[in-house]
Each structure stands twice: as structure tokens, then as C-alpha cells.
């Protein structure tokens, strides 16, 4: 069996155990990031499949990520959400990083939010403010479409000017504004993790225009924009990252710090999704 004859079984049966117990027909997806889990008691009519029940997914191994899928209606959409992701840091490959976004893809699924908890490199930033995801940088050297093409999805060279949809980045301002909601917009560095960077890591991201760091969702994006989904992504600004400040780092810091953003983050995804096209 060739790579790619393998990776799409892999997809194939995912998707197959998430549509017998989840359906499909979404209208949307969305990535929930560290500390933002309770966001998914805002569905109504909601459904979960953990993933250890979907094969070929993996448990999450990270404090804030419950590590299921659950489906239910907000604003009036269909809603396919992931409570947790998977990471590189914790031994995955990029495939199975992800393989959601492309169950996702098989079940017909064209928009994706994606969010994330991030350090925030911008010195005007500060904890517990969301930062409109407006483009990115991969620092990793490491991308999730190395390997076999999988044209069912997308072309071999995809463009990624346009990683986050213009058109969902200018209504998740109109939203902010009408909701007097501090949305900041910026440049996110993607990094392996799972050490957080050095404070001279921190100042060449800067220098190369980030505005914050972390480490998720670019692999995410690339794949979603491989097999043409629209993306919105935003970030939980929740730590200066090393070196902006004297303050040392910690994990429960990022935890509390998503929480107190919680009700304008609510705010801010619940609207924007009662409004998209």
C-alpha cells in the first residue's frame, strides 16, 4: 500500500465512526484551544465523541484540552467542535496533527475557526486580550503537506496569501466594535514546542514581525487551506512571552489567563458565527 493510499484510509474510517455518531452537514468547525474548552457548553442540541472512540485519533495528553468532538447548534449553525487538539510536541506526527482537519474536509465541512492560547511577543499586548490571527509565521521548518499530495483535496503548490479569509477577519472587527470587545490584530509564530521559547528566540520573532506565539494551529491552517476551507483564527493573548517581561512562565498561568478572556471570547464566536455567510 502506497503513503497515500494509507493516509487515506486512515481518513476514510475516521470519518466514517465521527459521521455515524455526529452526522454531517456541518456549517462550521472550530478548534478550541488551551483553557478554552467550556466554550462547547454554549452548543445546544450537542453530541460528543471522545476521541480515543475515533480511530486513528489520539487522546490529548495537555491540561485545558478535554480531547473530544462535539456537535450541537449556536447562532443557528451546525457546529462540529474540537475540544482539544492534537500537538507535535506530544510525539505526533504532522499527519496526525492533522488528521481532524481532514476528516473535517471529508465530511464537507468549508469554514473553520481556530483558536489557541498564545504569548503575546507585541509589548502593547497584554494577558487576556484576543488577537484576530491576520497571518503567520512557520518557525519550525516543518510542514504538514511534506510527503505524497493528496490531490482529492488540493493542488501541490496551494497559495497561502491568503491564509485567514479578509472577508471573516473584517466582520470579526465589525463584531469587536459593535461589542466594544478589545480585538488587536496580528502575526503568530508557530513554534514545536514544548519548552517555551528563550527571551533571544522572542526578540527575533519580534524583529520578523510577530506579534505572538504559541504552538498549534498553523499546521491546521495549512491543511484547511490545502483543501480549501475558509479560516478564522484567534488568539487568547495569555502571557507576555519570555523576555517582554521578568515574569517567569507556567502552563496554569495560560489557564487562568483564557478564562478571564472567556465571555468576550464567547461573545466575540458566538456573534461572528450568527452573522457569517
Known amino acids: 500500500m502506497t503513503e497515500k493510499n494509507a493516509i487515506q484510509l486512515k481518513i476514510n474510517e475516521a470519518t466514517g465512526a465521527v459521521e ?20 462547547a457548553e454554549k452548543l445546544q442540541d450537542k453530541k460528543s465523541l471522545s476521541y480515543d472512540k475515533i480511530p486513528y485519533f ?38 496526525q496533527v492533522t488528521l481532524p482537519i481532514r476528516v473535517m474536509q471529508q465530511l464537507g465541512i468549508p469554514r473553520l475557526i481556530v483558536t489557541n492560547a498564545a504569548g503575546g511577543v507585541n509589548k502593547n499586548f497584554h494577558p487576556g486580550q484576543l488577537m484576530l490571527i491576520g497571518d503567520h509565521i512557520n518557525t519550525t521548518g516543518i510542514n504538514p503537506l511534506h510527503g505524497a499530495n493528496l490531490s482529492e483535496f488540493g493542488v501541490r503548490f496551494p497559495d497561502m496569501s491568503e491564509a485567514y479569509d479578509k472577508e471573516y477577519c473584517k466582520l470579526a472587527h465589525l463584531v469587536a466594535e459593535e461589542n466594544k470587545i478589545d480585538l488587536v490584530e496580528g502575526v503568530y509564530a508557530y513554534c514545536t514546542g514544548p519548552s517555551y521559547e528563550t527571551p533571544a528566540e522572542v526578540r527575533f520573532y519580534g524583529q520578523a514581525g510577530a506579534d505572538a506565539v504559541g504552538m498549534s494551529t498553523v499546521p491546521e491552517v495549512i491543511v484547511a487551506r490545502h483543501g480549501g476551507m475558509r479560516v478564522l483564527g484567534l488568539s487568547c493573548i495569555t502571557n507576555a512571552a519570555a523576555g517582554v517581561t521578568d515574569h517567569k512562565l507556567n502552563h496554569q498561568e495560560v489557564i487562568e489567563a483564557a478564562a478571564a478572556a472567556f465571555d468576550d471570547f464567547t461573545l466575540l464566536l458566538r456573534e461572528f458565527v450568527r452573522q457569517m455567510d
Open 20 to 39: 455515524k455518531e455526529l452526522g454531517r452537514d456541518f456549517d462550521l468547525a472550530i478548534i478550541l484551544g488551551s483553557g478554552l474548552g467550556k466554550f
Open 58 to 95: 489520539s487522546g490529548s495528553t495537555v491540561q485545558g484540552h478535554a480531547g473530544r468532538l462535539t456537535a450541537g447548534l449556536l447562532s443557528g449553525k451546525k457546529i462540529l467542535m474540537m475540544e482539544g487538539r492534537f500537538h507535535y510536541y506530544e510525539g505526533h506526527e504532522m499527519a
